[in-house]
């Protein structure tokens, strides 16, 4: 589904994806761990296509077709979904609406036809239910005034809505409590097919024994520097990242 | 006084010694102000003699006035005497058929949905006998006939009711109120008028647009709407398709009454010519609104979306006089390119417990500047006076200008003035998440910007607040980018 292979990418003037492999296939949840200012949220602002990113080298795959020649909202309609790690306020803008508007564009791209009024109703109370998501969050103007928990939520409920090929979640558990947690993880595994995949970028181990990880790697330096499976998340847990970065040291000298 | 005559049948004569010959060009007056244009008019409009009087002593007080300095732009030139200050309602169609209009003006009609009828119309073809709306008009006027309701042109209104004309034309804006008002008072075109009887309910939404005869009272209108004790109306003045118009200033007075317990709600969607790219050849929209709650317990309430025009220069007001009365104004006011808005509201709380509210939102794009100015007066004997006002400011780009200047004058220490100011910018982050959920930028800032404008949009009624969203896209479309 996804191929990244040696991406570097960098921000006014400074480097800081450095060479990132990565392979998603469909199917499989991958975590993404690191120490603070790693990487990770540059890794989802690039492959969601944020201008202010400029890749200088490296190449991309989605499903097939080249990502980092498409703008942003084409790499939206083909499926990919960014829950983003500070999602933004726009006042007066229903979020329902929003969602309308936005179901409307990704339909449109796949040609189909766009939902009545009474399909769309249905299908938002359906993913309501799914991730139990406030009837009254749904009728406000889009993230305005919105706990930190509840527009982690209201990513969760998006990404239900919109139904994406590959979702990936940056930090989405930071600042929610353990029922908040537990009520998007359940969210997120019901979501999870044979049909998609899930990148979720997260500091702690606890969020990834709710939704169970196929991979978990280990992001340093702007690239990945360890993967494993499930135990690693452990690991760190217990360890932090200082050993990491030994290890990479020796690895350097030896070389 | 006693040579009029003599002086309409001079006029008369220069007619002739200036070879108006077809009936086309004898309606249309030579250019330049002066008392003989003003007769002229007059005569033309068969006016009584004290309308006459009015008008000259409007043009007296408009001799007398000089040019305001305190805008916050750079007035531009006007040659008052190079402007024909009469031309007959009736004009030829400026083409024969659509193929002729502006393509660009057809693309904007389409993406409104206009009907071909009404895109005609409005782009100035000539248009079928049977047009829809004829009937639709006819029984339009018998309903509101059954109610004692008056709605005809300000002219019509002269020769039918004189005695409500003679009373109130010039009582909120006097003729010498301010250059363009006294201008207005010795020239006035032609314009609409309203009476709304007492106790009575006016079933649907009033608007020029449905009424006949309207094409061209343009440049000078005046507008009369009076609701009497315990009445309703709601008023809709101009319409969201783009107005072409070869005369650059624009200059009306409205003026609005609302005796005990009655209320006027009054709506306006201003879309003329902003001009070019450079702003070169857009209209001066230069009005003057001012309403007056006279009774107890009355309520006008003013709501703008202001779009077009190179300049717009207004200050739509409420003279809050009964007590318990309230005035509210709500406005969006858009400007691109190198379009200037000084607008906002002037509230005077005279009566007890008067309230007022104001909601402005201005949206600023491109090298456009926006002022909101604003008065909120709260006089001696208005006890426990009300106001609130929301200023907000929208900026897109960084070569745009949002300003304020709110001024509050109170004399009465039991009031209540509330202000609150906020500049905020489309973000960079706002368009990037809405185009991370599929929704390109155009779309991305449309949703944006009608979300920002949404607490005025909602004052507007139904049909016309949707038919506004799609103007405020449109309108801001390749701002952005
Ligand atoms: N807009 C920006 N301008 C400059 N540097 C940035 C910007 N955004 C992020 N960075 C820098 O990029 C590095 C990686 O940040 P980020 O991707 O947010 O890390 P993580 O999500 O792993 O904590 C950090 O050093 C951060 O300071
Ligand atoms: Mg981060």
Known sequence: MLIIKNLHAGIEGKQILKGLNLTVNAGEVHAIMGPNG?????????????????VTEGEVSFQGKDLLDMNPETRAREGLF??????????????????????????????????????????????????????????????????????????????????PSLSILDETDSGLDIDALRIVSKGVNKLRSEKNAFIIITHYQRLLEYIVPDFVHVLANGRIVKSGTKELALELEEKGYDWLKEEKEQEATII | MGNDNEIIDNIANKEYEFGFVTDIEMDVAPAGLNEDTIRYISAKKNEPEWLLE??????????????????????????????????????????????????????????????????????????????????????????????????CSFGEAVKEHPELVKKYVGSVVPHSDNIFAALNAAAFSDGSFVYIPKGVRCPMELSTYFRINTENTGQFERTLIIADEGSYVSYLEGCTAPMRDENQLHAAVVELIALGNAEIKYSTVQNWYPGDKDGKGGIYNFVTKRGICKGENSKISWTQVETGSSITWKYPSVILQGDN??????????????????????????????????????????????????????????DSARNFTQCDSLLIGDR??????????????????????TTSKIGEDQIFYLNQRGIDSEKAVALIINGYAKEVLNQLPMEFAVEAQKLLSITLEGSVG
């Not at chain 2, 949002?402 to 004399?411: N, V």
Request: proline share 4%; net charge positive.
């Open chain 2, 325 to 382: 009365s309230t005035g509210e104004f709500y406005s969006v006011a858009v400007t691109r390119n190198k379009q200037i808005a000084d607008t906002g509201t002037k509230m005077y709380h005279i009566g007890r417990n008067t309230r007022s509210r104001i909601i402005s939102k201005g949206i600023s794009a491109g090298e456009g500047q926006n002022s909101y100015r604003g008065l909120v007066q709260v006089g001696p004997k208005a």
């Open chain 1, 82 to 163: 960014l829950a983003f790690q500070y999602p933004i306020e726009i006042p007066g803008v229903s979020n329902i609406n929003f969602l309308k508007t936005a179901l409307g564009e990704i339909r449109a791209y796949k040609n189909l036809p766009p939902l009545d009024a009474k399909e769309f109703l249905a299908l938002s109370r359906e993913k309501q239910k799914l991730v139990e998501f406030d009837a009254k969050l749904v009728n406000r103007s889009l993230n305005e005034g919105f706990s930190g928990g509840e527009k982690k939520r209201n990513e969760i409920f998006q990404l239900a809505m919109l139904e």
């Open chain 2, 54 to 151: 009015w008008r000259l002593k409007g043009l007296q007080a408009f001799r007398k006035q000089q040019l305001p300095t305190w805008q916050n732009f750079e007035m531009p030139e006007i040659d008052f005497q190079k402007i024909s200050y009469y031309a007959a309602p009736k004009s030829k169609p400026k083409y024969d058929s659509l193929d002729q209009v502006d393509p660009e003006l057809l693309a904007t009609f389409e993406k409104l949905g206009i009907p071909l009828n009404e895109q005609k119309a409005l782009a100035g073809v000539a248009v079928d006998v049977v047009f829809d709306s004829v009937s639709v008009t006819t029984t339009y006027k018998e309903k509101l006939k059954e109610l004692g309701i008056i709605f």
């Open chain 1, 38 to 54: 790693a990487g990770k949220s540059s890794l989802a602002s690039v492959l969601a296509g944020r201008e202010n990113y400029e």
């Open chain 2, 400 to 421: 745009c200008g949002a300003h304020t200047f709110p001024y509050i004058e109170s004399k009465n220490n039991t009031a209540t003035v509330e202000h609150e100011a």
